[in-house]
């Protein structure tokens, strides 16, 4: 009896196996062998960073439909954004998301699961990222905009003399790293985390990216962190996501205790006293300590990741930088006049550039998954069963030949129309252009959409314009532009583009800069 009840757990492996392979609703659907018979792939490929690139091969291998785990799809088309995403899609976020409530006991409003409690909390959010809230905070960002610039100059930890007037060498991503924590520390808890200015706090750039890679990888499979097996696994992962716990609740509470003596309105000011108009909610303790989680670590990377791809981009093509340079330079007289306003919506140039970082470099470059509701879901006029998991894979399709001309080619004119009375090429004929709004899908959209999107765009603006207003910029010695993948599997990349890493949010490396400026700093 116990020589047979040892094969019970390989009888039933083998039965689950032969189930997933051969009986399962998805079964036809092609896809890795691997894949289809465990998501110890997905959670692999999460640990180490590359996910978005294996679906990415994995939908030029298969095509637009792609099975990638027991029970999930992963589509490459246009038209399943809406279904799958839209406000009529009969799908809900997927137990994916359950991680984050596990860890900090609260879901956040990027989190939660339940439709209707994800519209009260949204409905007390939104008021904090319209235009007239961000113009109120936005003097944080000039701020820590202007110490920015002061450090790309800043020679004193530098171990060689300036040249030609020629700043020291900076990895960009780093240093757009602590100016955009200290921006969102400042504009959710009216206090900077100190990052431009001490290498003491720096470390809670990696602490998060570090939390967010654990609660990536634990994610595809929940039953780790319910049995604990994280801690076996992903030692150090798991310490990262419970020093990350640790350190957000603290900020949260510090900001609630310091409410009274807050004298310029947060972010944080409108959360707490916010109720939703309909039903009166307001935010828990637990909650808010979850949401800040959220709004400190996961509005933050998107600016670091936009702006260090864009500069990388724009080295790579120095018709692209001359164009917005000149851009910038005619349009702006004072480096003051750079803000938000008409003027800076008017360049035109500017925002093609960012949404072409966006496209290629998005700051979520996976595959945000959704669970099929009772009565199942329609993708692509094909029916998928309830408890289904979808999605579409932001970075393939977004890279999908299907859609874009020379997919892996900055080109911002993509997103600006021509004149009537020229002749466009074949990025600005009109139907590649429509083609072109209808797979981007780097903010996500329907009811789900990022509330963060006109934030990313104006805070993205203001930077990299008073940036490339002030300094001739340049690539430092050693950086030859080329892709060096963090964690990933380089073979797959394509060689111009900026190396993500991909921890839900997107990690990035570089560019190694120089800066030499133009005016003295303002």
């Known amino acids: 009896m116990w020589s047979y009840a040892a094969f019970l757990p390989l009888i039933y492996i083998l039965f689950l196996a032969i189930y ?41 291998q298969y095509g637009p439909v792609v099975r990638f785990g027991p029970n999930r799809i992963s589509f490459c088309t246009a038209s399943s954004l809406q279904d799958i995403y839209g406000f009529r899609a009969n799908t809900r976020k997927a137990d994916w998301y359950r991680i984050w409530e596990m860890l900090f006991g609260a879901a956040s409003t990027a989190t939660i699961i339940d439709r209707q409690s994800h519209a009260k909390r949204k409905r007390i959010l939104q008021s904090s990222f319209t235009e007239p809230a961000l113009k109120d905070v936005e003097h944080v960002l000039l701020k820590n905009t202007a110490e920015f610039c002061r450090n790309l100059l800043d020679d004193t930890d530098a171990s060689s003399p300036r040249a030609n007037g020629w700043g020291p060498a900076r990895n960009l991503s780093l240093i757009v790293g602590y100016m955009t924590f200290d921006t969102m520390g400042e504009m959710v808890f009216s206090k900077s985390f100190g ?23 634990t994610a595809f499979m929940p039953l780790l962190l319910k049995l604990k097996l994280h801690i076996l696994l992903f030692s150090e992962l798991n310490d990262g996501m419970q020093r990350y716990k640790k350190y957000c ?25 916010g109720k939703d108009s309909i039903t009166g909610h307001s935010f828990t303790a637990e909650d808010l300590q979850s949401e800040a989680a959220i709004l400190v ?12 791809a864009l500069t990388h981009y724009l080295l790579n093509n120095p018709e692209c930088m001359e164009k917005l340079v000149q851009e910038l330079r005619s349009r702006f007289e004072k480096l003051d006049d ?14 093609a550039c960012i949404t072409e970082t966006l496209r290629l470099s998005p700051s979520i470059p996976g595959i945000p998954l959704r669970t099929a509701r009772k009565g199942g879901v329609v993708v692509d006029d094909e029916v998928f069963p309830e408890g289904t998991d979808v999605g579409v894979a932001t ?34 004929a009109e139907e590649a252009q429509k083609k072109a ?15 963060g999107k006109t934030m990313v765009y104006h805070q993205a603006s203001v930077i990299a314009a008073r940036m490339l207003w002030m300094f001739e910029i340049r690539r430092a010695e050693g950086d030859d532009g080329e892709s060096k993948r963090i964690g990933a599997a380089k073979e797959w990349a394509f060689a111009g583009e900026y190396p993500l890493n991909d921890k839900f949010a997107a990690e990035g490396d570089g560019p190694w800069i120089q800066a030499r400026q133009r005016v003295v700093c303002e």
């Open 195 to 217: 990052m431009q200015h001490s290498p003491k706090f720096r470390g809670f750039l990696g602490l998060s990216m570090d939390a967010l890679r654990g609660l990536n990888a």
């Open 20 to 60: 997933r392979l051969t009986l399962h609703p998805l079964r036809k659907h092609p896809g890795p062998i691997l894949s289809k018979l465990t998501d110890w792939v997905n959670v692999y490929h999460s640990w180490k960073g590359d996910r978005y690139l294996v679906l990415t091969r994995l939908h030029k």
């Open 437 to 451: 709004k209808q797979a981007f899908c780097a903010f996500s959209l329907g009811p789900d959409g990022c509330l």
């Open 395 to 428: 970075y393939a399709l977004q890279h999908s030949e299907d859609y874009f001309p020379d997919p892996y080619a900055f080109i911002p004119e993509r997103w600006i129309p021509v004149a009537s009375s020229e002749r466009p090429s074949k990025y600005q």
């Open 297 to 308: 670590s996961v509005a933050s990377h998107p600016m670091r990741i936009t702006v260090s």
């Open 249 to 273: 609740a603290e900020q949260s509470d510090d900001r609630i205790k310091r409410s009274a003596q807050i004298e310029n309105k947060d972010i944080w000011t409108r959360v707490i006293a």
């Open 338 to 351: 750079i803000r938000m306003g008409e003027a800076l919506k008017s360049c035109t140039y500017l925002r």
